[in-house]
């Protein structure tokens, strides 16, 4: 039943991170801030200056956000380039964004592991 419950948590997961990511694609995008804009607008025109301070905030927020996902695609494509260059870097790194959070857990125990000597190792002894 433990399988079941975990494949479950990993569906539900998986079923977050793709939403979370398509919220943010679209909140990031062109056609969010102008709906927002708009909103914007109409409520000045129609609403008093606090009645709008709710659109005006939605704004400034899906600025930030379409600057975030700016920065994250041109990290990714830096941090992409890097490990094609690197000749000792494990392929299976390259993507990781993509990635469940169990799955980049994991990989971030094996790289920690990786970076811890052995008994056999160490130096002074």
Excluded: Y
């Excluded at 939403?19 to 709906?35: P, R």
């Excluded at 109409?42 to 996902?69: C, F, P, Y």
């Excluded at 000792?88 to 970076?115: H, K, M």
């Amino acid at each position: 039943m433990a399988g079941t419950d975990q494949e479950r948590q990993q569906g539900v997961d998986g079923v977050f991170s793709a939403f979370a990511s398509s919220v943010a694609k679209w909140t990031g995008s062109h056609w969010a801030f102008v709906v927002a804009a708009f909103l914007v607008i109409v409520g000045l025109l129609t609403t008093d200056v606090e009645s709008t301070n709710l659109a005006i905030s939605i704004v400034t927020l899906l600025v930030l956000q379409n600057t975030q996902n700016r920065d994250s695609a041109a990290l990714h494509l830096k941090l992409d380039e890097v490990v094609r260059a690197e000749p000792e870097a494990r392929d299976e790194i390259r993507g990781a964004e993509s990635r469940s959070a169990a799955e980049i857990g994991e990989l971030t125990r094996e790289d920690s592991d990786s970076l811890v000597p052995s008994s056999d190792e160490m130096p002074g002894e």
